[in-house]
């Protein structure tokens, strides 16, 4: 146990639905990173909060949102589904100091049907 | 636009024997991490390489860094099955204008160490 939970583990869904990946850091971590994983385009950044504020974005579409709430828990928003948003969804966390080393949760897998 | 390539994408070794994992990256960077990831799995911190000419080992691998060739290494000594994963490298983003914790990874390398 890394101690980042992602829930849920497995979501299945149809094209146009909208769902939300839920994570929640290590303990004393305040920054929160989502990244993407799929076949075509790898790990991929998609988004920083650190202690609430957005921090950095990456290739994050229109169509995803995400916010961290005062308890450092982080949700990631995607909507009006298409098949090629299958992928595994990763929530990620770090304190932002010394080497800052990303600990990773197991992952939300996220199949559009 | 920062670029980080893995070489090679897939390996396969028998039990016992060595090889190298090589990563590249295009921009300056003293900051190169490398991950485990098992089939499904999440991804599991190995190792975090600083500065220039550092080396870490743990165990059956070993890692360096020339920041001056912009090359990490991720060495394999006397392979075993329990090693057969994927292995990522990947460069901060702080170093290229984005944001610290940003990391471009490369592609992966899958390796497969078998009897």
């Known amino acids: 146990d890394s101690g980042v939970t992602q829930t849920p583990k497995h979501l299945i869904t149809a094209t146009g639905q909208r769902v939300t990946l839920r994570c929640s850091p290590r303990?004393?971590?305040?920054?929160v990173y989502w990244y993407q994983q799929s076949l075509d385009q790898g790990l991929q950044f998609l988004i920083q909060y650190y202690n609430g504020e957005e921090r950095a974005k990456g290739n994050i579409l229109e169509r995803f949102s995400a916010q961290q709430f005062p308890d450092l828990h982080s949700e990631l928003n995607l909507s009006s589904l298409e098949l090629g948003d299958s992928a595994l969804y990763f929530c990620?966390?770090?304190?932002?100091?010394?080497?800052?080393?990303?600990?990773f949760g197991a992952g939300s897998r996220l199949t559009v049907l | 636009e920062l670029k980080v390539e893995q070489n090679p994408l897939f390996l396969s070794m028998q039990e016992g024997k060595n090889y190298t994992i090589y990563c590249n990256y295009s921009?300056?960077?003293?900051?190169l991490y490398w991950y485990r990831q098992d089939p499904g799995k999440s991804l599991e911190s190995l190792f975090v390489?600083?500065?220039?000419?550092a080396v870490k080992q743990e165990g059956r691998l070993m890692a360096s860094l020339d920041t001056k060739a912009r090359l990490s290494t991720l060495h394999i000594t006397a392979a075993v099955h329990d090693l057969s994963a994927t292995y990522f490298c990947a460069v901060d983003g702080a170093f290229y204008g984005g944001s610290q914790g940003n990391l471009i990874f490369g592609k992966g390398t899958k390796l497969s160490v078998k009897p």
């Open positions: 990620a966390s770090s304190s932002l100091s010394g080497a800052n080393v990303l600990t």
């Open positions: 390489l600083l500065s220039n000419g």
């Open positions: 303990s004393g971590d305040l920054s």
């Open positions: 921009t300056t960077s003293d900051r």
